[in-house]
């Protein structure tokens, strides 16, 4: 794919900034369609859960980069995965750490 044969840090924050959001969408998406075919309800699954799944998604674009030597890129998605993943730490701290 064209999309991961760029290097550059801006590219790799922009994609770090919307794969997780992109994800999410897509994921909540598949949910509803989900429970409405099956008439079970999948809407269920925590906020939490749905998003920590969407951080994990940038792995996803991580690994494209890093098959391809983008390093500038590979260093630019890790800024914003490390963001989301502190504002999912502090957002969720007191189902984590019991507090």
């Known amino acids: 794919m064209r999309l991961f044969e760029k290097d550059s840090f801006l590219h790799g924050v ?3 900034i919307a794969f997780p959001l992109i994800s999410f969408g897509l994921i909540k998406g598949i949910l509803y369609v989900l429970s409405i075919a099956v008439n079970e309800n999948y809407n269920d699954w925590r906020l939490r859960t ?11 674009p991580f690994q494209m980069h890093k098959r391809n030597y983008n390093d500038e890129s590979m260093r630019g998605l ?6 989301f993943g502190i504002a ?5 701290r007191q189902f984590i750490f019991g507090e």
């Open 14 to 16: 922009l994609t770090g």
């Open 78 to 83: 890790t800024i914003p995965t490390l963001l």
């Open 50 to 60: 749905i998003s920590l799944i969407a951080i994990c998604a940038n792995f996803i």
């Open 88 to 92: 999912w730490v502090i957002t969720y």
